[in-house]
């Protein structure tokens, strides 16, 4: 990925089979973005107006990015990535030239799907942020979104846990306008994504895998991933240690020796 100021810049390998579960929010991203992407013509002759950007919403670690790069590899368009609250970091004014700076290379990069994660944080309503930085922002990417209109190849999709303090005028006719839930997995969901992480790793027969499935309700996909990739560190671990072990029984070393020796490095 190449650097711009706060965005990273990149052509992701993601597709859509790499999302578990989400078969709902995947159609809708589809029929909404990716058609409209791959044969305006179509649109057009039907006189149906395009949606300029997408607001994702839901709890943290639920496939948001991941859904965004996969729209992106779908539609075959680059991808700009840009962390909302990286922009309130910055210099008086650097923010708002830097959010100029990325929809220009947007448009140069088109067909591009530009994320903006985190959105809350730039985009809560306005008068609500100390220091008005965010209320800046949030004007700019306003005008940004308004100027995109001839260049239909720029799609917008933000992702946020609040939805419900988003500036209304982002969620209007015109910007922002589709609002799409991603929820936590459901089992069926969950199981996929255990299955997807885990893949190359063989799984214990004494693990009920039904039971965990089951009981990993409530848990995200960030969390199941995390788990999993716990439970291989502490596999391999136990691994290490037991050939250890086999190793001192071949040398036929009496444990007792060995922990008399470690206690006592300086006889
Ligand atoms: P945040 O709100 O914290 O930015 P997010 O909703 O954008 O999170 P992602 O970054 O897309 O979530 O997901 C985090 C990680 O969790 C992914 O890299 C992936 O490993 C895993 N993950 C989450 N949901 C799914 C899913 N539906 N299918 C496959 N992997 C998933």
Not at 126 to 136: C, I, L, N, Y
Request: aromatic share 6%; net charge negative.
């Amino acid at each position: 990925p190449c650097a711009l100021r706060g965005a990273a810049v990149e052509v992701p390998n993601v597709t859509w089979d790499d999302v578990c579960g989400l078969e709902d929010v995947k159609c809708e991203l589809q029929e909404v973005v990716q058609y409209p992407v791959e044969h305006p013509e179509v649109f057009k002759e039907l006189g149906i107006s395009l949606s300029k950007g997408v607001l994702l919403y839901g709890p943290p670690g639920c496939g948001k990015t991941l859904l965004a790069k996969a729209l992106a590899n779908g539609c075959q368009a680059n991808f700009i990535s840009v962390k909302g609250p990286k922009l309130l970091t910055m210099w008086f004014g650097e923010a708002e030239a830097t959010v100029r700076e990325i929809f220009n290379k947007a448009r140069q990069i088109a067909p591009c799907v530009l994320f903006i994660d985190e959105l809350d944080s730039i985009a809560s309503q306005r008068g609500s942020s100390a220091g008005g930085v965010a209320d800046r922002v949030l004007n700019q990417l306003l005008t940004e979104i308004d100027d995109t209109s001839r260049w239909r190849t720029v799609i917008v999709i933000g992702a946020t846990s609040r939805p419900d303090i988003i500036d209304s005028a982002l969620r209007r006719h015109g910007r922002l306008d589709q609002l799409i839930y991603v929820p936590l997995p459901n089992e069926p969901g969950r199981r996929k994504i255990f299955n997807a992480v885990l893949h190359e790793s063989s799984i214990a027969p004494e693990v009920d895998q039904d039971l965990l499935f089951k009981y990993t309700n409530g848990f995200s996909g960030a969390d199941i991933t995390e788990i999993c990739q716990r439970a291989c560190k502490y596999a391999i671990l136990k691994s290490v240690e037991q050939d250890v072990e086999r190793e001192r029984a071949a040398a036929d070393m009496p444990d007792d020796a060995v922990e008399e020796d470690a206690a006592d490095p300086m006889p």
